[in-house]
């Protein structure tokens, strides 16, 4: 039954993508937040994708090719400055007046939410078809 | 006698379990749509159909000299017949996944995964509707 498969590939990808949403949700999030105590504010954070083999061929246990699903790898940092606003009153600005805000781009995690949602969407497609046109194998012969 | 009734449903048995093979390899696709290096990967359809129905030899299959030696598995089991696809345009990422190619080949396969199912059902009651005596309905 290699159609079962698709349910673990498209759900890994499923996942993955609720995870980059979840990132992308965190950055919106502190989209305005300034420096804490220690004088660092929020980095953007982006998730690095990759693909991970799943199923095996055959009875030698070699992964399977066919069968690729995917995982979040790793969460990266982005080391950009964050922006900084002259305002001498903010309890949060430095000796020379200044606060510093995160550094996350609103335009490009909007972007990204997009992009996420619409991975997101195609790979439930995916699985509503491979669902249908499983329960129509299992009526064979039937009808 | 059993198995000269099944025989018709060889082919299309076969034909069904390729388009398996090819609707998850399509859903490997669309799930790594976004995955950066991924390389797009399908298979010629009928090219495997004839390697499995045996009318050409298997990719990489060695010469069976001796009655115990096993014949690798036919069709697009084999490695060396999934071809990786180009990509229409360049990526930064290098990922070579065109989903709009994935979405209407997904389609493609499901109708046609659907059409083979329902030769398989033809068949199944064809071969009922022959073992039925003239007495029943």
């Known amino acids: 039954m290699s159609m079962l498969h698709i349910f673990n590939v498209s759900g890994s990808a499923v996942s993955a993508q609720s995870q980059r949403l979840n990132v992308v949700a965190s950055n919106l999030a502190n989209a305005d937040t300034v420096a804490g105590p220690d004088g660092k504010a929020y980095k953007a954070r982006q998730v690095v994708f990759q693909t991970v083999l799943m199923g095996q061929a055959g009875p030698g246990g070699t992964p399977d090719p066919k069968a690729a699903g995917v995982t979040v790898s790793t969460v990266t940092e982005d080391h950009t400055p964050g922006r900084r606003v002259h305002d001498p009153k903010h309890p949060a600005a430095d000796a020379d007046g200044y606060v510093t805000y995160s550094n996350v781009n609103a335009v490009e995690e909007m972007v990204n939410m997009i992009s996420a949602s619409r991975s997101y969407q195609s790979n439930v497609e995916v699985m509503t078809t491979a669902k249908s046109l499983l329960l129509k194998t299992l009526q064979m012969g039937q009808s | ?123 199944v009651r064809t071969m009922l509707e022959a073992m039925k005596s003239h007495t029943q309905g």
């Open chain 2, 1 to 123: 006698m059993l198995n000269r009734l099944t025989e018709s449903l060889d082919f299309q048995s076969r034909a069904l379990v390729l388009r398996a093979e090819r609707q998850r390899l399509i859903a490997s696709n669309i799930a790594n749509a976004d995955t950066p290096g991924y390389q797009a990967r399908d298979f010629d359809f009928a090219h495997a159909l004839r390697e499995a129905v045996g009318a050409v030899p298997t990719a990489g299959a060695a010469a069976a000299t001796h009655a115990r030696h096993i014949a690798p598995r036919a069709g697009a089991t084999a490695e060396a017949n999934l071809l990786y696809a180009r990509a229409s345009q360049p990526q930064v990422d290098r990922n070579t996944v065109d989903m709009d190619r994935e979405r209407a080949s997904f389609a493609d396969n499901s109708v046609k995964y659907e059409a083979t199912l329902r030769f398989i059902n033809g068949s």
